[in-house]
């Protein structure tokens, strides 16, 4: 399991000044590709020494970062892995590498800082996520310690 998640996505934050999924990834020069696809939301597949996260163009923006985000996790952590993690139906299925995914992507698009601390703790799951634009299953791996 990765350890130190929340202190690796802080350091990604501050040594590339963006909280974007999207210009992190092509920052550590990870290729993006949307392509419209009917299940798939999205993979992540090394080629050549070349990495490549492709996202299904039919998701609204703030999915197709959700899964950026996602695929960026495996990007960084997994990349020696000979697997291909091709995302069908959820986002959320079980397994060591998905769950550290999960806890990547959260850490990443959840910025509890954005909002009072006292307001944050009283808020519900479901408006977390509608107040971040994300899954409310996201908010429920950012809120477990």
Not at 1 to 25: C, F, G, S
Not at 47 to 58: M, P, Q, R
Not at 90 to 104: D, H, K, Q, S, V
Request: charged share 30%.
């Amino acid at each position: 399991m990765i350890k130190n998640i929340r202190i690796r996505v802080k350091h990604l934050i501050q040594k590339y000044d963006t909280r974007n999924p999207e210009k992190l990834a092509r920052e550590m020069g990870i290729v993006i590709l949307k392509r419209p696809f009917e299940k798939t939301m999205g993979f992540f597949k090394k080629a050549l020494g070349k990495k490549f996260i492709v996202v299904n163009s039919n998701l609204t923006y703030s999915m197709q970062q959700v899964v950026i985000a996602h695929e960026l996790a495996h990007a960084l952590f997994h990349s020696s892995n000979s697997k291909i993690f091709l995302h069908e139906y959820t986002l959320f299925p079980r397994g060591r590498y998905e769950i550290e995914a999960n806890r990547f992507a959260a850490e990443l698009l959840i910025d509890e800082n954005e909002i009072d601390k006292h307001i944050f703790k009283n808020m519900t799951v479901e408006q977390i996520a509608l107040y971040f634009d994300v899954p409310k299953e996201l908010v429920e791996y950012k809120t477990k310690k």
